[in-house]
């Protein structure tokens, strides 16, 4: 059996999300999956369309006049996954369990008649360091820190990483952690950027999966499902069953102590394809001569026709406006917004009608650096 906490104190990084999907998918990988919902916010069992008026308030609190055992709380959600729901009342206990002695045991006391029916116990934690997350970090065997690729998350990351050495100063207890990236938005190239960053920084500590960016998963905790059963075939089910195929593989490796070379051979076929990814995107230079123009915008097949994203606006230099995109090989149209106005290349030859009767440039970007 293991407990894993997903935790970070930065609000809206992906761990409710993540606590969901990946319970889900562990489950879908045959493992039996309890997943404590430890947020007063209670999104975990919002999105997975449980509301309960019973939480793990009623099982830690001494103050409740109704103490209820964790079994008689435990629900159902999928096959071989249940939840520990939470509500309102779970914030309260921040305060109440303040003053107890042995106060970074409750929950681990608490959960202890059920633990031994699970594989896997994941708990949802609130975005703060308080000692519902303590308590949470005290019982795991690993946290698991959901990042979005900005600089922000990553001093967060730090922050929290006092939290656990503290942890192992003050309460004996020691936690691996595991950094994964979600909100992964393959379109820009500061991803990549910051991809590169953690990867330097974070190194063996990072999941080789990725969580892509995907309203798959904004739409399921709408629906009250997991992303598994509102939409198996999306990007953000595949890339969580990916992560839960990887979270077993790293269980098994340490379980059997099996060699260090099959971790590298996983671990390496993961980063070659991410290498795969990341190196076949070719900066693209595009220019426009345009002296008397306040500002341009460059737009086109490979942005989805979109308007004035920051990512391709076009630099002024000396009248001549530039920019650098990162396209894959292939054949891209384009065409330049100057003042709100749509033009196409001037100096560019290629060109083909297009739908409203004007032309749209046409770029092709080969395995050499292009520009046009
Ligand atoms: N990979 C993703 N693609 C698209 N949307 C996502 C993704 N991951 C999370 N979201 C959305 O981002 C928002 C914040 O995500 P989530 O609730 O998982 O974060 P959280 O860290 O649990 O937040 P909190 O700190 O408030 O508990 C939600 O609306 C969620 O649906
Ligand atoms: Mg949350």
Redesign the pocket.
């Known amino acids: 059996m293991k407990t894993i906490s997903i935790v ?1 104190q ?10 969901i999907n990946l319970a889900s998918s562990l489950g879908n990988n045959g493992k039996k999956v309890l997943l404590i919902d430890l ?1 007063p ?1 209670a ?1 975990a069992s919002l999105g997975l369309n449980v509301d309960s008026q019973d939480s793990i308030y009623n099982v830690i609190s001494n103050l409740t006049p109704r103490k209820l055992k964790i079994q008689n709380i435990v629900k159902r959600v999928e096959d071989n996954f249940d939840i520990v729901p939470s509500n309102v009342l779970v914030g309260t206990l921040e305060q109440e369990l303040s003053d107890e002695i042995g106060r970074e045991l409750k929950l681990s006391e608490g959960i202890n008649p059920i633990k031994g029916n699970y594989d896997y116990i994941l708990i ?1 934690c ?2 703060s360091l308080g000692i519902l997350t303590i308590n949470a970090i005290r019982l795991s065997d690993e946290l698991i820190i ?1 990042v979005e690729t900005s600089r922000f998350s990553m001093q967060g990351v730090e922050h929290l990483m006092d939290i656990v050495r503290l942890v192992k100063d003050r309460l004996n207890h020691e936690v691996k952690c595991r950094v994964l990236i ?2 992964f938005d393959s379109r820009l190239r500061h991803s990549f950027q910051m991809l590169a960053t953690f990867r330097e920084k974070f190194k063996e500590m990072l999941f080789d999966t990725i ?5 798959k ?2 739409e399921s ?1 709408v629906m009250g499902q997991s992303v598994a059963l509102y939409d198996k075939y999306c990007r ?1 089910s595949k ?1 969580y069953n990916t992560l839960a195929k990887e979270q077993i593989f790293l269980d098994k490796k340490t379980d059997e102590k099996s060699s260090e070379e099959v971790l590298q051979s996983f671990s390496k076929k993961m980063q070659e394809l991410v290498k795969e990814q990341t190196e076949t995107f070719l900066q693209t230079q595009f220019t426009l001569d345009a002296p008397e123009a306040k500002n341009v915008y460059l737009t086109g097949s490979f942005n989805n026709w979109s308007l004035g994203k920051d990512d391709y606006r076009m630099r002024n230099n000396d009248g001549q406006w530039q920019v650098k995109v990162p396209l894959k090989p292939g054949v891209y149209e384009y065409q330049f917004i100057v003042d709100g106005v749509w033009m196409e290349d001037p100096d560019n030859p290629r060109r083909q009608k297009n739908q409203f009767g004007d032309n749209n440039s046409l770029v092709e970007v080969t395995t050499a650096d292009s520009s046009v």
Do not use: F
């Open positions: 970070n930065k609000g809206g990084c992906g761990k409710t999300t993540t606590a947020d916010q999104h949802d609130p975005p959901p979600t909100m969580i892509h960016i995907n309203v998963l904004k905790v953000g890339d």
